[in-house]
């Protein structure tokens, strides 16, 4: 078993890595979710499409959310501390697209491209994604370029219907049953 490692430990920088397109081309070959992840409050109303979600433990029902540590969505999820993880269905594309920036949308303009309501946190969950998982953010930590926000799990929400929005090789794809 290996050594926990302290809670203090920082990222270091300099440690030597693969070169930054070596690693998103290789990472590329995955297929990831595609998601919304919203937030709502003080800071006022934001999202961002993001594929880097991932469950952390099932009790209690945990999180890991990545954002990139320029996004304005991240300021706003560290302000609010609340998220939305809204998985797209395969026909969300377009959403995908506007959440991530393509064509400079303002963010109520790409709400508006969706119907939306919230759960429990206040966070906006689309009610066309394939689930929703609306969350508290009980832990952040800056890594790299990015920020980690560990997130409980408050409510959850699913379609009865649809097939998941993936991102593979730098394009949408969807499953099919082998």
Known sequence: MLPALPQDRVF??????????EFRNALSRLATAVSV???DGPA???GVTCSAVCALSDEPAMVLVCVHGKSATNTAIK??????????????????????????????QRFALSTWDSLVTGAPRCREALIALDCEVAE???????????????????TSTGEP???QRRAYVTTCAL
Do not use: W
């Open 140 to 158: 952040v930590r800056d890594v790299g370029t990015h920020s980690i926000f560990v997130a409980k799990v408050l409510a959850t929400a699913e």
């Open 44 to 46: 006022g109303t934001a």
């Open 165 to 167: 929005l993936l991102y």
């Open 79 to 108: 302000s609010n501390r609340n998220l939305c993880v809204n998985c797209l269905q395969s026909g969300q594309s377009d959403l995908s697209q506007a959440f991530a920036g393509v064509g400079g949308m303002p963010m109520p």
């Open 37 to 39: 992840v919203t937030t």
């Open 12 to 21: 270091d920088a300099s440690a030597r890595c693969v070169p930054a397109t």
